[in-house]
Structures are given as structure tokens and as C-alpha cells.
């Protein structure tokens, strides 16, 4: 799937919804203007707290934002939890070990203990692969339902 196209065509309907410009949708998520632009132009997916900061305002999925939900339903989302926290999570409702998961993914297995630590937050390219591999949304890796 092409997730540049996605995400730029996806927030270009959602902005065309709400009738709002680069500027103004900047300001409403304080995403740097000129981030916004690249996303527009397909040049760049959000990084992850972009990604929540948009489908937040939007009130939609991440997966919609990112092309992997056709429509952009109504989405009531719940404050994400640590991702540290939503992580130890999925591993423990689909039995997996941080060391079955690295094998699994190629995830990089400091990379994964990192995230496990609270230190870090997957770009959305992991959060995607994790989203495959637990065969689940975006918004479940992210913890927003």
C-alpha cells in the first residue's frame, strides 16, 4: 500500500470537510505548517504523535488517515496510554515474547526493549508492522480503543 498517497489524500478530504487550509489546520494541532505541507505533497508520513494529534482532531481512525480504513466513521478515541504500557499489552493477549516478535517482525530487539522501557515510541512505519503482526488496527497498537 502506498501510505504517502493515502495520507495525502486522506487529509486533504478531511481537511476539504472542515473547510480548513494548511495554516489553520496547523495551528488547530500545532503540527508545523511546513510538515503539514510534506504530508500534503506525499513526501512524508506523519511521525506517530502527529499521526494521533490529527485523527484526534479529525475524529477518526489512524488506519483511515493512513489508508488502511476505507471510510472515515466516526471514531470516539481514548487518551493513548504509555505505548511502553500498550505494548506489554499486546504482547500478553497474543502470547508473544519481545524475542518472538523481533524474530517475527525484524524489529530491531533493542529497538523493541526500548520501547517496552518507555524510552521510546515507533515511528508509524513500525506501528504499522506491529498492526500487521498482531493482526489488529492502528489505534489498538496506539491504544486509542
Not at 530487539?109 to 498482531?134: C, K, M, Q
Request: aromatic residues 10%.
Amino acid at each position: 500500500m502506498d501510505y504517502l498517497k493515502a495520507v495525502s489524500e486522506n487529509l486533504k478530504y478531511l481537511m476539504g470537510e472542515k473547510e480548513l487550509n494548511c495554516t489553520e489546520l496547523s495551528r488547530a494541532v500545532k503540527i508545523d505548517r511546513s510538515a503539514i505541507a510534506r504530508y500534503l505533497r506525499g513526501e512524508r508520513l506523519p511521525s506517530t504523535p502527529s499521526l494521533i494529534a490529527l485523527a484526534d482532531f479529525f475524529g477518526c481512525s489512524a488506519d483511515f488517515i493512513l489508508g488502511r480504513d476505507e471510510f472515515p466513521a466516526e471514531f470516539a478515541a481514548k487518551p493513548c496510554p504509555p505505548f511502553s504500557e500498550q505494548l506489554k499489552i499486546l504482547l500478553k493477549k497474543h502470547n508473544v515474547s519481545k524475542y518472538r516478535l523481533q524474530k517475527d517482525t525484524g524489529i530491531n530487539e533493542r529497538t523493541i526493549s526500548e520501547w517496552t522501557a518507555g524510552r521510546f515510541i515507533p515511528d508509524v512505519g513500525n506501528v504499522i508492522v506491529l498492526a500487521d503482526y498482531f493482526k489488529t488496527s492502528t489505534d489498538m497498537v496506539l491504544g486509542r480503543v
